[in-house]
């Protein structure tokens, strides 16, 4: 970690950011337009080059709206062949960088038969489905206790301030629990019926990991997904991840929007 942390204040000048961002699925261009200094990941000791379509690879640091702000371009994912302690590192990286909100955002699958394609979902709570917990092995006293409280993973008064400036934005967010799967299989229509049973509203393959180690170190996270597909058998439609970006791509107008008065408040 230390060599992680001296790179990157060598690179940055000693850039301390407040907040921090992990960018999902065609989700990365907020990056690109607030960019002061970018580092690619496969120059920070114990990141991973992302391999994904649509996740560029770079720890990008930014000023916007006065606040100092690190964004992961692109994350790891389980069912690329990563541990789970390996893909939730960054977030580690985040706290020791003085990171104290941290904002994760997917792509995900519609459960809730009342979400269409386009809408952004904020996270209420979630479902671990992928197998494995991040915080498994020896515990790190510095970081967080042996048996964090989950109770309140996505901090209530962010929902409520993301409701806010989205209703000034001039639309609605939905409200659900993501559930995440190993992937890199779609589900099968039984295991969307499984998920909608167990009271998720949404599934995708990612940030339950990074939610578990950001709340483990204590940071209030905001999740926000993009809904871009209806999940497996609520429609006839074939599931691809070109769909997910094409959706993406879409309504990022609007997710840009939402965040960028997130961070300002």
């Not at 690179?11 to 990365?28: A, D, H, K």
């Not at 993501?178 to 589900?187: H, M, V």
């Amino acid at each position: 970690m230390d060599r992680v942390l001296e790179l990157i204040s060598r690179e940055t000048n000693g850039f301390r950011p407040e907040i921090g961002i992990i960018l999902g699925s065609g989700l990365g261009e907020i990056a690109d337009e607030h960019c002061k200094i970018a580092i690619p990941y496969n120059e920070i000791p114990g990141f991973i080059n992302s391999n994904v379509a649509g996740h560029k690879g770079r720890l990008v640091f930014a000023e916007i709206n006065n606040k100092k702000v690190v964004m992961m371009q692109g994350r790891n994912h389980f069912y690329e062949g990563h541990s789970l302690e390996e893909i939730t590192f960054p977030v580690k990286v985040m706290k020791h960088l003085g990171v104290k909100t941290l904002i994760l955002t997917n792509a995900a699958g519609a459960v809730n038969e009342s979400f269409h394609p386009g809408d952004l979902m904020l996270i209420t709570d979630h479902i671990n489905l992928i197998g494995e917990n991040p915080l498994r092995g020896a515990n790190d006293d510095d970081l967080g206790e042996r048996f964090p409280d989950m109770s309140e993973v996505y901090k209530k008064y962010l929902i409520d301030i993301a409701d806010k400036y989205a209703k000034k934005l001039g639309f609605e967010l939905q409200h659900g629990v993501y559930l995440a799967n190993s992937g890199p299989t779609y589900e099968t229509p039984a295991e969307i019926k499984m998920a909608r049973t167990l009271g998720a509203d949404a599934v995708g393959m990612s940030t339950v990991p990074e939610a578990i180690v950001g709340n483990y170190c204590g940071m209030n996270i905001l999740g926000i997904s993009c809904i871009t597909n209806y999940a497996s058998g609520t429609s006839e439609a074939k599931l691809t991840h070109a769909e997910v970006i094409k959706t993406a791509n879409r309504v990022k107008k609007r997710f840009k929007a939402l965040i960028m008065a997130v961070i300002a408040a």
